[in-house]
């Protein structure tokens, strides 16, 4: 007796269910490492923004922390439950485009969004777009005017080089034991950009079929990296003493700081004057330009409301306003007017050096086996920093491991 | 008749048994025989989890042979394992003996040597990188009371495994303890009382009783110990400084298997290396499994 209730129970809920799933609307997925955990609602506006102009689509979001993401994306990919929509940063654009992941945009999307051609360009592959640009973000030489001030040096300007930083460096660093010069991080990422900074050291020839990470315009940009540790102006990792190198800003303690745009919240908070200007340059100048991408899977069984979906998320207004507004980033779109409310907002007062840095973008050397190519720079480096290695050794070594590499 | 009805019995009977049985054979069969089953079959095969698997036959393994990343990491297990066990053995069997004496008060001496061993190895590794900090730090401030100026510890390769050996002594040397003082206990008074009467003093108690007798723990702990660290991860992974020398340039086998799995997406080569792991655990372990008949005496022989 019991048993048949309960099966008449079950086909009731099934037959009630089966109406909602005949119904005529669409539902993609979109997988987002940015949104969490601080623009959850911004997202939600902008989905209710395209859901009103496309009725009979649903966007059903799902989030990861940065560090998690790429497995879980990898692990949905492998399983063949990919995401219909999923972000991507320019490094593994590569790596999905390679491996046929991606879902060609190129027919899908309109050729009016105003983006920028950069931007574009890198998400192309083969000659194809396979992703839409959806932000960028940039680097910039952050300084404390306070210091500079004590120190009677003038502020950093977008004519300087990193010899005139030096000299700035110099002298603030003689206003204290424990204040520094510069704090410009020897790594892959201030590598590669300094090395556009130099103009003449590539990692690769142009064919990608050997690295050139040991030339000589390299191992001198190497060196001046360095030369600003061996100079006493920038502290090392151990007089650090697991102090961030942005706490060390924030402690009013660093005349200078290479770092990143998304620091701009973090140091809305400081006790002294700060502003940003263009990095100086070696030979020219240059900058980085890290872009995330949103990408539509290539096993999707809803193309074009997913490929919609994607191109809202990278170029429309809506988007456009909600990540100006919200500091989420900023979109990847040549559109003065919808970055009028950014420029105004207040410290850094020179804002405006975000879009000149624009005008010398470097994006980074990609390979397949990109986070392996940056494991064993980085640890290089760190050999070249401890005086282990020359500048010269330690990027000979690079070469015949990143020749491994592209093999 | 009566045999069929106990036949009906019988597979009534099991019937509760594969019950009762099931949710644990169903964990084991998807979290432990699958994977490893699968990864056996992923090691003779190259996959990055965007692209379907390929079969590449042997060249996960010909390519470890000669991958410098592979042998330093085999390099700095062996270090840890010479530094750290030997350490570990010894004061292990030494705070035994000490918390095996009647006096009051023992009982919480016990349950604090205990305390680092069911800390989280997250919480360990923090409080020492605190311990270990060249600049405020108390190794180094204690170093300079006696004159001597500390060295950077968690920042380079060097120093940094002499911290984490320490720090692994310390977290498991209760442990470590507590099997022994099971051993110690399970020894008679009679052998003592007898050894007494005779005229034996305590070294030669300790010498010719006690160390013979506790040979059969010391040779579980050692067979443990050496499957334990052979397979060292947390340490490892957790107390670098971020970003120094030794982040970049220590590895162990297992943080090189998860690097590959996990950074370098290359399902195949990191399975290869952890059956490389397996066969080489499995090879030590039935070399000290073949020697235990030297040295190890079983009380009731």
Known sequence: MFRRFLLLTLLCVLLAALPAAAQDTTTIRYFTFSAAPDHLEDLDTIIAAFQEANPGITVEVETAAFADYFTLLQAGVASGDAPDVFELNYENFVTYAANGALLDLSGMVSAEAPFYPRALEAFQYDGKQMALPATFSTVLLFYNADLFDQAGVSYPTAEWNWADAVAAAQSIRALGEDTWGLFSPVQFWEFYKKAGQNGECSFFNAEMTESTINSPACVSTLETMISFMNDDLMPTAAELSGVSDSELFLSGKLGMLVTGIWMFGAFQDATFNWDVQIEPAINQNAHHFFANGVAVSATTQNAEAAAAWAEFMASSETAATVRVESAWELPALNQPEYFEAYLEQTPPANRAAVFMALESPVTPPVIERQNEMQDAVNALLTQAVDGELTAQEALDQAKAELDALIQ | ?301
């Not at chain 2, 001597?148 to 984490?164: C, E, H, K, R, S």
């Not at chain 2, 290869?272 to 073949?290: G, K, N, P």
């Open chain 2, 1 to 301: 008749m009566s045999q069929v009805m106990s036949w009906n019995r019988g597979i009534q009977r099991w019937k509760w048994v594969a019950v009762f049985l099931l949710p644990g054979l169903i964990g084991l069969t998807v979290f432990v025989l699958y994977p490893i089953v699968s990864s056996f079959w992923l090691a003779f095969q190259d996959w990055n989890l965007l692209q379907p698997p390929e079969f590449v036959g042997l060249s996960n393994f010909q390519e470890l042979l000669a991958d410098d990343d592979f042998w330093r990491a085999l390099g700095y297990t062996l270090t840890f394992i010479v530094l750290y066990i030997p350490c570990v053995f010894v004061l292990g069997l030494a705070l035994a003996l000490f918390l095996n004496q009647k006096f009051p008060g023992m009982l919480m001496v016990r349950a604090a040597t205990f305390l680092p061993v069911v800390a989280s190895w997250v919480v360990v590794s923090l409080i020492w990188k605190w311990i270990f900090n060249p600049s405020y730090g108390l190794v180094n401030a204690g170093l300079n009371l006696i004159g001597i100026n500390g060295p950077d510890w968690l920042f380079q390769p060097q120093t940094a495994v002499y911290a984490m050996v320490i720090t692994s002594v310390w977290k498991d040397v209760g442990y470590i303890a507590l099997l022994y003082l099971g051993g110690l206990q399970n020894i008679s008074e009679t052998y003592y009382e007898a050894a007494r009467i005779d005229g034996a003093n305590r070294w030669r108690c300790l010498r010719h009783i006690t160390i013979p007798l506790l040979t059969p723990t010391m040779f579980f702990v050692a067979i443990t110990l050496l499957i334990n660290y052979f397979q060292m991860f947390e340490q490892v992974w957790l107390m670098p400084m971020r970003d120094s020398a030794a982040d970049r340039q220590v590895e162990v086998i297992v943080t090189e298997v998860v690097k590959n799995a996990f950074s370098y997406s290359r399902m195949g080569y990191a399975s290869a290396m952890s059956w490389v792991l397996f066969v080489l655990i499995f090879i030590i372990t039935f070399v000290q499994l073949r020697l235990q008949k030297r040295w190890v005496h079983y009380e009731a022989e």
